[in-house]
């Protein structure tokens, strides 16, 4: 006789059997029968967090970390729409996530039932796919479905909708052997005349650069980048989302492009005569004004996905395939022409760029007040917890530090809100990750006012003992749009001040939530606070660095403008080459 | 464009939420069951005067539900619009209106004494012709299909299915 199950029971070994071992979630009516077999799990570990937001984002920061599929829980309604930030941010960010929501009885559903939304309508745009369950037998396939798509291809969040009857009826046990999608062919691969025609490019090229974007990280690809780049000499320049895809020691790395890269990362990518885009995808961060950008450049664009190709930039090579198999693959074609007598010169090019490099180098003046400087804080923080620690980070000023100032040595070691650009995000992503690689040092560097975005997520930290540490660059501001205002709106500070240099005390706040709170408010002190923090094991732990509230990030392309128009300081451009 | 979809609820939401979201414009859009069970087909007229074809092609095609994708142009589709027009016809103009019609498209489907309900079948140009015609009598009522397209030749858009090519 087949063992009748709930579907709720069919749902967590639907879980089980889809390899997931973490769940973030927060119960509520409609998803509570899933809750109570949840409770007889070994396989499943449950973390119930505080507000629905951490429990997608630490879905997503545990799956960064991991490289597994992130998974949340909420209830309907409230619950479901609680997810939304976290979805969006995942969709921009392409983040295997799967979302399990309840939702009220079928007959109820279009009635305006109690806690009813309609979360698949609402996550249609947000979601690379998403399910509405009301057949407690299509619970499996819908799971494994889920998981499938969300991992395979350009990952992506995918949401399970399952109503509460369904939850509820009686059922068999199955599980689909064999996934059947006949709209989604996720595995495609780059032709061999694409591949010839691209090193064809590479091989005529007078100032080449790899345009690295987040996708390489995501495929598992940078062991080929990291030879091609060695076997090109190529200059490379990684993208916010793509930092660690090439260690930051390595001598043709010349740091992030865009609104706050490097000049040397800026100016190649203008200058430059092909653009070899690895799993970037030409965001308007990146380019700049877009009919200005790279003006010289033509373009071989390397994406799974084939609606990148030519979607902000025309390409002139279009490789579609997993970016693992198709650098293999230009890099055997590279040898074999080397091996044919070609030659790659890049002498001048390079001679170009490393006048940029050594004339505008990443910097920053200290604060003429003796106050402390956020980005000596987080430069100091990166040199003290080094390149094994994972970094996450909220939205703002203190986010493009972290990616200016700490030195990536390896992929997903850095893990922040690119697309989006979600206030609230370095906690639970934090928290996410520390779950994901207990044994690594996990850092979330995050503003004043993100943090009181999510913060309360400490309590989660706290006790199931996920021991994070959080770097508060309190600049008692919303730094990031005061910088706008400072540049763009005549110094008028129209809400902008948090007063967060008095209330709330963080550390106070740290010591409620049972983890350790420091302060630090010299230079003198930085050293010694970080390395106390690195030694509490136990608990979490806050440090609230009062950094000044003046810094600002250079160097910086004013949104709308030309990357040309780079300035290295308040009205400081850097001078170009002549010949340029 | 031709377009076969999974006949699952909420794909025609997905489609056209798509279309909108991505500013592609839509000039017309026609959705019914095809030779296949569970597959329905979606034939889509789009404006391009803001996207490239293949942009517009490539994001449809990312939504799981979506099929398969042909993209017929004027010369390689038949192409077919239906009307369904009442004209408010005075008595001395009603035989001068039907000999006007081509009978090819059109036939008269309900009379009445003041009025004349025709029915066409045509491609879009015919019918645009065909209403300008008609406008000169008086439309009192117009009710017109979107646009539905079949390649020429004797390829089929399901042979795509049951390969799994790539499109
Ligand atoms: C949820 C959300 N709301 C608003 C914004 C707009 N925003 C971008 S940066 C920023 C300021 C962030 O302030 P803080 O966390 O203190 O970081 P700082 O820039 O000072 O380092 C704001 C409000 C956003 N990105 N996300």
Known sequence: ?580 | MSVLVEDKPGVLARVAGLFARRGFNVESLAVGPTEIPEVSRMTIVVNLEDQPLAQVIQQLDKLIDVIAIEELSVQAGIERELILVKIQVKERDRTALKQSINPNICRVVDESDSMLTIEAAATPFEIKQLLSRLSEFGVAELVQSGVVAIGRGPAALNEKLRTGAEN
């Open chain 1, 1 to 580: 006789m087949t063992e009748k199950l709930t579907g709720a029971q069919v749902l967590i070994r639907s879980l089980e059997q889809a390899q997931a071992e973490v769940v973030f979630g927060i119960p509520g009516g409609a998803i509570l029968p899933a809750y109570d077999p949840l409770m007889d799990s070994s396989k499943l570990r449950h973390i119930l967090v505080r507000h629905e937001q951490a429990a997608g984002h630490a879905a997503s920061g545990y799956a960064w970390a991991s490289g597994r599929v992130g998974v949340c829980m909420a209830t309907s309604g409230p619950g479901a729409t609680n997810l939304v930030t976290p979805l969006a941010d995942a969709h921009m960010d392409s983040i295997p996530v799967v979302a399990i929501t309840g939702q009220v009885p079928s007959p109820a559903i279009g009635t305006d039932a109690f806690q009813e939304a309609d979360i698949r309508g609402i996550t249609f745009p947000i979601t690379k796919h998403n399910y509405l369950v009301t057949d407690p037998h299509e619970i499996p396939r819908a799971v494994a479905e889920a998981f499938y798509i969300a991992s395979t291809g350009r990952p992506g969040p995918v949401l399970v909708d399952i109503s509460k009857d369904a939850l509820q009826a009686e059922t068999t046990w199955w599980w689909p052997t064999e996934i059947k999608l006949r709209g989604y062919r996720p595995h495609r691969s780059a032709s061999d005349q694409a591949v010839a025609d691209a090193v064809e490019l590479i091989l005529s090229a007078k100032k080449p650069v790899l345009y690295v974007g987040g996708g390489i990280i995501k495929a598992s690809a940078t062991n080929e980048l990291l030879e091609m780049a060695n076997l090109t000499g190529i200059p490379v320049v990684t993208t916010l989302m793509a930092r660690g895809a090439v260690p930051d020691s390595h001598p043709s790395h010349l740091g992030m492009p865009g609104m706050h890269g490097t000049v040397a990362a800026v100016g190649a990518l203008q200058q430059s005569d092909l653009l070899i885009a690895l799993g970037a995808r030409f965001d308007d961060r990146v380019t700049g004004k877009l009919s200005t950008f790279a003006p010289n450049a033509k373009v071989i664009h390397l994406d799974i996905d084939p609606a990148e190709i030519g979607k902000n930039r025309a390409a002139d090579v279009a490789l579609v395939g997993d970016a693992k198999q198709t650098i293999s693959r230009l890099n055997a074609e590279f040898s074999k022409q080397l091996k044919n007598g070609r030659t790659i010169d890049q002498a001048a090019w390079w001679q170009s760029l490393n006048r940029l490099r050594d004339t505008y180098p990443l910097g920053y003046d200290d604060p003429h007040d003796g106050s402390l400087s956020p980005q000596y804080v987080i430069q100091r923080l990166g040199e003290l917890a080094g390149p094994d620690a994972i970094y996450t980070a909220g939205v703002g000023q203190h986010q493009m530090w972290a990616a200016q100032f700490i030195k990536y040595e390896r992929p997903n070691t850095w893990l922040n809100s690119g697309g989006l650009g979600t206030m609230g995000y370095a906690v639970p992503a934090a928290m996410g990750a520390k779950v994901a690689k207990p044994n690594n040092p996990v850092w979330a560097i995050d503003g004043d006012g993100c943090f009181q975005m999510t913060n309360q997520e400490l309590a989660t930290c706290t006790i199931n003992e996920i021991p994070i540490k959080v770097a508060v660059i309190n600049n008692n501001s919303l730094g990031m749009v005061r910088q706008w205002q400072t540049l763009f709106y005549n110094e008028r500070y129209s809400q902008t001040d948090l007063h967060s240099h008095s209330f709330p005390d963080f550390v106070k706040l740290a010591e409620a939530y049972g983890a350790y709170g420091l302060r630090c408010d010299s230079a003198e002190q930085v050293d010694g606070t970080i390395e106390k923090a690195m030694a509490m094991d136990d608990a979490p732990v806050v440090i609230d660095f009062m950094v000044h509230q003046d810094a600002m990030v250079w160097p910086m392309v004013a949104a709308g403008t030309s990357n040309s128009d780079i300035k290295v300081a308040r009205d400081m451009a850097p001078v170009w080459d002549r010949e340029d």
